[in-house]
């Protein structure tokens, strides 16, 4: 019976969740797409890619409203007291929900690990090739174009029937250059596209050209030329504004774009490349025998110049050098303080590439553990879902939607939260990822026993410790 109720709103849900998700998306970056002249096939594909981020947000939503909606339509209609009166528990009436739930746990398991980087991945190259394409070829009544290499066009009015027809146009053309910058007027012009799509024809009638032209050396002066036309055709070349899509194999992934198995591959080798590079790290300090002092806010520096010796005792102290004479002790000195330097510019650069490294390795973890979690959230909203439906009993919609609502941005917040606590490395990447999981698993096992004992007929737990209290004494 329950397998039979829950599709409907599952499906439902999911598509008015895939829906609101889908407008945001549209709202937020439409302003981007429009004005670009891009092809339709393109948009479809972009919006394609960015589904499987929805995907992920509106499947366990739409789990939990529907388990909600579903098990509250049983305690509504008194079909779960009838169930319960014929020895039917709680447990028996979970059970084929929690096996849908496992299969769809497995399901956005390998969809967020396997699909979902590679969706990000091809959208992520897809933007960046669009936000590279100029926008296309339109003229605005009053408003200078410089969209074209080499010409601004001012228009002064385009019939809005008939945008290929303009009135009253000025074309600067800098082909040769600002300084002899070349005119041209007209008192009307038709815009004629070419078949393959990368030119256009301008034809300009009754108009003038004013053109400065270069002297034939520095002692003549300059010639200007004025000459009208009755008409007179000016090809722009629109080869810039094509869409050019970019080979997507040659960008870096990155933690977001990159397959689990990939990560923690990675992880893997970063893993024993920072342990090789703490073990030279080891060695090198050893090696110094503590001639150089470890970083600290007040630092030792070591002396710019052998003269900062001085006469004092630090040349004699040394035995190894008492048979030497004074510039031999301080060429020894000063190879001495070059290899120093040397060593304490290695140590620095492998602390550096140690700590990068770390980094690197905690922002992967992290995404494993929040995509092994956010897959496993819809089993626990059903362990939420149904025992929390079964205590509503009545408010319908409204209610089940709010409860909804309220379930999923506490764990949202959550996570986000522990997401960012765990990049920042002020928690561990698990207890940060799966600390949302923990906290709903909690809660949905004290619903579950709620339910299951129907703890409601029971006296409170205040009233029981009360008379508990009140025998005692």
């Given at each position: ?5 829950l ?9 008015t969740?895939?829906?609101l ?5 549209l ?61 039917v ?28 980087p ?5 959208a992520?190259?897809l ?5 590279k ?8 009544p009053?408003?200078?174009y ?8 001012l ?16 074309i600067?053309?800098?082909?040769e250059?600002?300084r ?10 038709e815009?004629i ?18 053109r ?24 722009l ?5 094509a869409?050019?899509r970019?080979n ?12 689990t198995?990939?990560m923690?591959h ?24 503590g001639?150089i002092?470890p970083?600290t806010t007040n ?9 900062d010796?001085?006469n ?10 008492s ?6 002790q ?6 001495a ?11 620095d650069?492998?602390r550096?590439t140690v ?5 690197l ?6 995404e ?9 959230a819809c089993?626990?909203?059903i ?13 319908g ?5 709010a ?10 917040v ?19 990822m799966?600390?949302a ?9 004290w619903l ?11 006296p ?14």
């Open positions: 019976m329950i397998l039979r109720m599709p409907g709103p599952f499906l439902g849900w999911l598509g969740l895939m829906f998700l889908l407008m945001q998306f709202i937020r970056y439409l302003p981007d797409l429009v004005g670009k002249g891009l092809p339709f096939t393109v948009i479809v594909e972009l919006i394609s890619y960015n589904l499987a981020y929805m995907v992920v947000l509106a499947v366990p939503m739409a789990v939990l409203i529907s388990t909600l909606m579903t098990f509250g339509q049983l305690a509504e209609t008194r079909a779960y007291a009838v169930m319960k009166s014929a020895g528990s709680m447990l028996q009436l979970l059970w084929p929900v929690l096996i849908c739930g496992f299969l769809l746990t497995g399901f956005m398991w390998y969809f967020n690990n396997e699909v979902l590679e969706a990000n991945y091809r992520r190259s933007w960046w090739d669009i936000r394409k100029k926008p296309g070829f339109q003229l605005q009053g408003v200078f410089d969209g074209i290499q080499k010409y601004s066009i228009v002064r009015d385009i019939p809005p029937n008939d945008p290929n027809i303009l009135h009253d146009v000025l600067y053309d800098y082909s250059g600002s002899r910058r070349v005119d041209i007027k007209a008192s009307r012009g815009i596209p070419k078949g393959d799509g990368h030119d256009i024809d301008v034809v300009l009638y009754n108009g003038e050209i004013h400065r032209k270069k002297p034939p050396s520095m002692h003549d002066p300059g010639r200007y030329e004025r000459l009208t036309f009755a008409k007179h055709r000016l090809r070349n629109l080869t810039d504004f869409f050019e970019s997507p194999d040659r960008t870096r992934r990155s933690d977001r774009t990159m397959r198995w990939d923690i990675l992880v893997d080798s970063l893993e024993v490349s920072i342990a090789e590079q703490k073990r030279n790290l080891l060695k090198m300090t050893l090696a110094l025998d001639t002092p970083r630092q030792r520096r070591l002396p710019p110049r052998l003269h010796f001085g004092g005792p630090l040349l004699s102290s040394r035995r190894v050098l048979g030497l004479t004074r510039g031999q301080l060429s020894v000195f000063e190879v303080i070059r290899q120093a330097r040397l060593a304490r510019t290695e140590i650069n492998t550096r700590e990068w490294q770390s980094e390795v905690n922002r992967n973890r992290v494993i553990h929040k995509k092994q979690s956010i897959a496993l089993l626990i909203f362990l939420v879902g149904a025992p929390l439906g079964l205590s509503i009993r009545r408010g919609l409204g209610t089940a939607g409860l909804a609502i309220g379930i999923f941005l506490f764990y949202w959550t996570l986000v939260q522990g997401e960012k606590l765990a990049d920042r490395n002020m928690l561990t990447p698990w207890i940060g799966w600390a999981n923990i906290a709903t698993i909690l809660v949905g096992a579950v026993l709620y339910a299951t004992l129907d703890l409601r007929a029971t409170r737990l205040r009233d029981r410790l009360s008379a508990l209290f009140s025998h005692q004494a």
